[in-house]
């Protein structure tokens, strides 16, 4: 059984927020690092003067599109005693290990799943996910709760050390993504998906949060599932150049780590996927279709337990797995946007119980140097 992950709560202006963020998770944001770079020399064939150099261009493309951003990453940096240029290429591990390789490695994680108002017991609309990835990265996760200055409040999962994964807001806006590889994946310097997803989570409304995913100037492909509390749920297939879009189906909407848009395979972006891919979204509905109309929470875990096809299920138990790197459920997460919360379960959720983890309260922040 995997320990349940640490929750940290940081507040402030941008910088102060990842100072406290990196002194509170120096050791994962160190572990994180220690697992990425080896990983960017081994399967990008880069040095580590190559790979710094990539994140000094990656990091200019982030102060130019959101310098808040690029603040925040200083301030990990800072507060964690690392090299700021490593703290950039963790954000930028997938554009790293999988936006240079034009498709020569298939994705090969994460299934999310969508159950919208009417496919519930109670009218909510509610988003499982399991987050699959490389075995060690589960001992550097941490939950993130934070309130900064003139920004959305927001609930977040990452690796310690990236500014952005999977989370909601406290305006009912919610991002989850899965790793998806196309032919497009030309090496092309862009935003980094963590930041993309931070920013999703800084809108206010549903619209930002959509134009600020397709407006982006990507560098790799991607997975986006963004939902709304008010019980809109899209999934955007997106590659560095194109978008598109997957819509829910009689309430339910599942993804896993293949395009599901027929025009994403009529252009022949689509061709590089692995075999579990194909049954772990079906799986999900498969599971779910039988209660809709009657979907809860416990339904939702159900689905994010189930071993079917292991141990390459939605419940990923550690493997090897021939030509690529061993891969597991590193977490487990359902968010319920009607009460603000998530669930969060450490490692494979077969193996662990759910912690409940809401939003950060809304009380005044205080900021350093501001009058009483």
């Given amino acids: 059984m995997v320990e349940p992950f640490p929750v940290i709560s940081i507040e402030g202006d941008a910088y102060e927020c990842g100072v406290q963020y990196g002194k509170a998770a120096a050791d994962r944001v160190a572990k994180t690092i220690d697992f990425y770079i080896p990983a960017f020399v081994r399967q990008a064939k880069l040095t580590l003067k190559d790979i710094r150099e990539r994140a000094r261009g990656y990091g200019a493309q982030i102060e130019a599109i959101d310098t808040d951003v690029m603040q925040e990453i200083t301030g990990i940096a800072a507060g964690a005693g690392q090299n700021i240029e490593d703290v950039i290429a963790v954000n930028c591990r997938t554009e790293i290990l999988f936006g240079s390789l034009g498709g020569a490695k298939p994705a090969t994680e994460c299934t999310t ?13 509610l988003i499982g996910k399991n987050w699959d990835w490389r075995n060690p990265t589960v001992e550097a996760v941490v ?16 690796e310690a050390g990236m500014v952005g994964r999977d989370g909601f807001n406290e305006h009912g806006v919610l991002v989850c993504g899965n790793l998806l590889v196309s032919n497009e994946d030309r090496g092309k310097v862009g935003v980094p998906i963590p930041i993309l997803r931070r920013r999703i989570l800084h809108s206010r409304h549903y619209y930002e949060a959509i134009d600020s995913l397709v407006k982006a100037p990507r560098g790799a492909s991607g997975n986006y599932l963004i939902a709304h509390r008010g019980g809109v749920a899209i999934d955007f297939e997106t590659t560095p150049d194109r978008v598109f879009v997957v819509y829910p189906e009689r309430g339910l909407l599942a993804h896993a ?112 140097g501001a009058r009483s």
């Fill in 143 to 158: 939950v993130l709760r934070i309130r900064q200055r003139n920004k959305p409040a927001l609930v977040m999962i990452v």
């Fill in 113 to 125: 799943i969508v159950a919208l108002p009417g496919a519930t017991r109670d009218g909510n609309i």
């Fill in 257 to 368: 780590n293949h395009f599901q848009s027929p025009i994403a395979h009529a252009t022949g972006v689509a061709k590089y996927y692995t075999g579990d891919t194909l049954y772990r979204d079906f799986r999900a509905r498969q599971l779910l279709e039988p209660k809709l109309g009657t979907i809860t929470i416990d339904d939702i875990k159900s689905v994010l337990r189930d071993e079917f096809g292991a141990p390459r299920a939605i419940c990923r138990t550690p493997h090897d797995y021939p030509g690529h790197e061993p891969t597991m459920t590193i977490a487990s997460l359902i968010f319920d946007l009607k009460r603000d919360t998530m669930h969060v379960a450490a490692g494979p959720p077969t193996q662990s119980e759910y912690q409940l983890v809401r939003l950060p309260e809304a009380t005044p922040l205080k900021f350093a």
